[in-house]
């Protein structure tokens, strides 16, 4: 890595891309405010200035001055339901035009899908992460399965269900549900196909279950993804990807909890799930591991980073790759730099180095135009 990227007579303008128009706006606050002090740590401090930027719920985008109290408070700005003028969607906060790199902390549409993405490109910058395609086949759970199938990479069955199908005329909907129930049996888990932390996915135990979680899904998303489970209570184990081209993968880590699945909840209520990092596993099954995790983040072309979710079977040896995440969670107590701070890159090094991979990348990228 090269250690001048950045220095005290001419720090990087850093700009913190938060919030969006997502269910998942309020973990990218999160995100955000964490992925800020590790910008301005004291190892940090001459390298990057930080502006910070707020997408809010409706859209529209706040600048620093703004921004800034978001991060500091913790709390979304309320938006009220009318709609948006179209005219001040196309208003970018000046200082927007005075950035270095970009460092999007978006979780979920509208961010992590490669639309923000699409934008930067267009603006000619860097920006942290990867670029259209692998953000929009990373967001979609059935492109991407689609994309691991065509790698090779072990998956649970599953069916792609579209909103049309399921809120279609009532002899339709049952027929559906008949496939369902031959094709992937229950326990099944059913997904909109383009979120993430869990939101609006829904364990089915039977057809009334079934019936309400593809109702449910189909409220957040036209696509729709019903899965097999992975054998009994599987192990879920994850596994952290950094690089562009030639990625590295970090030590494996575990997540346990007691309730039925990994829901938002659970996810996000202080002590109601533990990471163990590194996992107890044997070194076969961790090189496994870290050798799909790098195959997966390559399949869909990704860059600077990802977390790839795995199942693993304990008693069968069996892994299943579940989903990549383009822009994980990145809180201090999330995986992702959790991961590196073991595998030996504490978090102020792991944002600089996401830094400077996409300024890399954006030289590359550049070069071939
Ligand atoms: N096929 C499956 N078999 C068993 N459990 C599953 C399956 N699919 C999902 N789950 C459970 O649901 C959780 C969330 O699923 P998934 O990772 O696909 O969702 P997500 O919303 O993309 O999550 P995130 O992006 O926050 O990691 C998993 O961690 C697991 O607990
Ligand atoms: C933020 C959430 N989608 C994650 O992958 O951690
Ligand atoms: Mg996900
Ligand atoms: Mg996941």
């Given at each position: 890595m090269n250690g001048t990227i950045g220095n005290m007579s001419n720090p990087l303008r850093i700009g913190l891309l938060f919030g969006g128009r997502s269910g998942e706006h309020e973990v990218s606050i999160r995100s955000a405010a964490a992925a800020a002090r590790a910008l301005q740590a004291d190892s940090n401090r001459d390298r990057h200035q930080v502006l910070p930027f707020y997408l809010q719920k409706d859209g529209l985008w706040q600048g620093p001055a703004v921004a800034q109290g978001v991060l500091e408070s913790g709390q979304p700005l309320p938006s009220d339901d009318r709609p948006v003028d179209r005219a001040a969607l196309w208003q970018f906060p000046p200082e927007a035009s005075t950035v270095d790199v970009w460092f999007p902390t978006l979780h979920g549409p509208n961010g992590e899908d490669g639309s923000v993405q699409g934008l930067l490109q267009l603006m000619q910058v860097p920006w942290v992460g990867s670029g259209v395609l692998g953000s929009a086949a990373g967001m979609d759970k059935i492109a991407m399965k689609m994309l691991f199938a065509q790698a090779g990479l072990p998956q649970v069955a599953y069916r792609l269900v579209t909103r049309s199908e399921v809120w279609s005329?009532?002899?339709?909907?049952?027929?559906?549900?008949?496939?369902?129930?031959?094709?992937?049996?229950?326990?099944?888990?059913?997904?909109?196909?383009?979120?993430?932390?869990?939101?609006?996915?829904?364990?089915?135990?039977?057809?009334?279950?079934?019936?309400?979680?593809?109702?449910?899904?189909?409220?957040?998303?036209?696509?729709?993804?019903?899965?097999?489970?992975a054998g009994g209570k599987p192990r879920e184990v994850e596994c952290a990807v950094l690089g562009n081209d030639q990625p590295i993968a970090s030590v494996i880590g575990e997540i346990?909890?007691?309730?039925?699945?990994?829901?938002?909840?659970?996810?996000?209520?202080?002590?109601?799930?533990?990471?163990?990092?590194?996992?107890?596993?044997?070194?076969?099954?961790?090189?496994?591991?870290?050798?799909?995790?790098?195959?997966?983040?390559?399949?869909?072309?990704?860059?600077?980073?990802?977390?790839?979710?795995?199942?693993?079977?304990?008693?069968?040896?069996?892994?299943?790759?579940?989903?990549?995440?383009?822009?994980?969670?990145?809180?201090?107590?999330?995986?992702?730099?959790?991961?590196?701070?073991?595998?030996?890159?504490?978090?102020?090094?792991?944002?600089?180095?996401?830094?400077?991979?996409?300024?890399?990348?954006?030289?590359?990228?550049?070069?071939?135009?």
């Open positions: 005329n009532p002899c339709v909907f049952p027929k559906l549900c008949d496939q369902l129930e031959a094709d992937l049996g229950y326990p099944c888990f059913v997904k909109p196909a383009n979120l993430g932390s869990s939101v609006g996915i829904a364990k089915a135990r039977s057809r009334a279950e079934l019936e309400a979680a593809l109702d449910s899904a189909a409220s957040f998303d036209r696509r729709i993804i019903v899965e097999a489970a346990t909890f007691e309730s039925e699945f990994y829901d938002y909840d659970t996810k996000y209520s202080d002590g109601a799930a533990d990471l163990v990092i590194p996992a107890a596993l044997p070194a076969p099954v961790v090189d496994r591991l870290q050798t799909m995790a790098k195959e997966a983040f390559l399949a869909l072309d990704c860059a600077g980073l990802a977390r790839v979710d795995f199942f693993y079977v304990e008693a069968t040896g069996e892994i299943f790759l579940n989903e990549i995440n383009t822009l994980p969670g990145f809180t201090a107590t999330s995986m992702y730099p959790q991961l590196w701070e073991a595998t030996g890159i504490p978090f102020p090094e792991l944002v600089h180095r996401l830094v400077t991979l996409a300024i890399e990348r954006h030289t590359v990228a550049q070069g071939a135009q």
